[in-house]
């Protein structure tokens, strides 16, 4: 397969930015994602040991 080297700049600059950064890939991931785990977290409190 072919890869224009635009996009093989980008690829490599979003993968280093992904290593030094993985916070911005958490973001990138989505919302929904930290919503699971948050809800993950409440519901796991609720049911907790009192």
């Known amino acids: 397969m ?3 080297g635009r ?6 600059v979003r993968d280093r930015a992904w290593r030094v950064e ?3 890939f958490q ?5 929904s994602a930290g919503r699971a785990a948050l809800s993950g977290a409440m ?3 609720e049911h907790g040991p009192r």
Do not use: M
């Open 7 to 12: 996009a093989l700049r980008h690829w490599c």
């Open 43 to 45: 519901t796991a409190g």
């Open 2 to 4: 072919h890869v224009p």
């Open 22 to 24: 993985p916070g911005v």
């Open 27 to 31: 973001v990138l991931v989505g919302p």
